[in-house]
């Protein structure tokens, strides 16, 4: 008999303890993967479209040619796994602060997540993306200065509710205009969000990129038999991507 539920993974980690679950749903009767910090769910894979659309909006305003992309937060992989399913992207480094969550895809305790490990453009890069962004040792730790076609970032709840205070700075003018340095020029810059569009973020995206946009994503929710909604902010740097 299959399990109802089980706990694949559980660690201590310098924001508290981080669990890996996996459950029998019973208002759809699927299979659920979450992670939870202590008692506070961070991601369910009954909840997926904004982040795979997160994806999809941001790699939409890129020219077809060979792209880099940067993901900050892998999760449970679906950002990173839609950016793949592009064949334009040419390489993908997926920045993750916490060592287990790296852990649970390579032994894939995840769905799917040989498709992420296995694939020859992916580096997983064990490393905080607000430090490696704010003090300059970038995503390529043997190129620095190495700038990208994408950033895509989906770490905390929403610009003002953050996991960690440290986090903060990312979503002010000067943390944003360290996103817009390390993308190339027509680059774009993608953010996921759990809460509604808010107008003072997307007015600093706007004085920091050349356009800003914030898209709601709609989805059903078997939990309340009605929707809900994620948002996704989109910006794009000012000039021509260089072939």
Known sequence: MHPRFAELGWAETHIGEISLRRRLEPTTNTEVYEVKLGDEYLMSSM????????????????????????VGGLGLGYTARTVLTDDWVRSLVVVEALAPVIDWHRRELLPDARALTSDPRVTLLEGDFFALLRDGTGFDRSA???CFDAVLVDIDHSPVNVLDPAHADLYTDAGLRRVSDRLRPGGVFGLWSDDAPEETFLSLLRQCFATADAHVVPFANPLTAGRSANTVYVARKAGQPVP
Do not use: K
Request: aromatic fraction near 4%; hydrophobic fraction near 50%; proline fraction near 11%.
């Open 47 to 70: 909840f997926t479209v904004a982040e795979e659309e997160l994806a999809r909006l941001a790699l939409a305003l890129l020219p077809d040619a060979p792209c880099d992309v940067v």
């Open 144 to 146: 620095p200065d190495r």
